[in-house]
């Protein structure tokens, strides 16, 4: 059995999503692809990739609950809350993602690790929901996860067009349920691909 682990923050837990264990992207990932794959949730709400951030993920149970598992793939998805104006500098982003990311690439399982480039932040009458920036997603965040994937020779996962408005997000970051759904198509159409 293929082991799946899926890191990130709300957006991966599932936040605002009605019956998340049933209906959050790594759930519906889970039954699409069947009782010869297992695929945990390690998502943590407000998480950030930054070490000394308000929410550091590697300071949460979550991340060392993912590491001891040994996944044979990792898909991981941080970044969003990196935006913050609190938590965002390029260079210490880019240090401590790509340390989250070489910590997994360690595993003894040896996992095939997979980028997510976040999806799109939509910010109504340009009012950051939740402190969250999309400037600093596509011009800092994107780009410098395209370049950690591209340096450790990784696949990338970039959502930046899946989403091209707030419908399927009511706070204009968090996908609903139908917006779980795609989210969960577009990983999944990539993950079925040959390495």
Not at 44 to 71: I, Q
Not at 162 to 174: A, I, P, Q, R
């Amino acid at each position: 059995m293929k082991k799946i682990a899926c890191i990130g923050d709300s957006i991966t837990w599932g936040f605002t999503i009605v019956n998340r264990r049933k209906n959050s992207y790594p759930a519906l990932l889970q039954e699409r692809l069947g009782p010869d794959y297992e695929v945990r949730n390690f998502g943590y709400n407000d998480a950030s990739a930054r070490f000394d951030a308000d929410t550091p993920y590697v300071k949460k149970g979550v991340y060392k609950e993912s590491l001891d598992w040994n996944p044979d793939v990792v898909l991981m998805m941080l970044g969003t809350n990196d935006t913050k104006k609190c938590n965002w500098d390029p260079e210490i982003f880019r240090k401590d993602y790509r340390r989250i990311v070489e910590s997994y690439m360690k595993l003894p399982a040896e996992p095939r690790v997979i980028l997510i480039a976040p999806i799109q932040i939509f910010q109504p009458l340009h009012i950051p929901i939740l402190g969250l920036y999309s400037g600093t997603m596509e011009n800092g965040v994107r780009p410098a996860i395209r370049e950690i994937a591209s340096d450790l020779g990784l696949e990338l996962i970039d959502l930046v067009n899946l989403f091209t408005d707030s419908k399927y997000m009511k706070d204009g970051v968090h996908p609903q349920r139908e917006g779980a759904r795609m989210l969960e198509e577009a990983i999944f159409s990539s993950i079925k691909k040959p390495v």
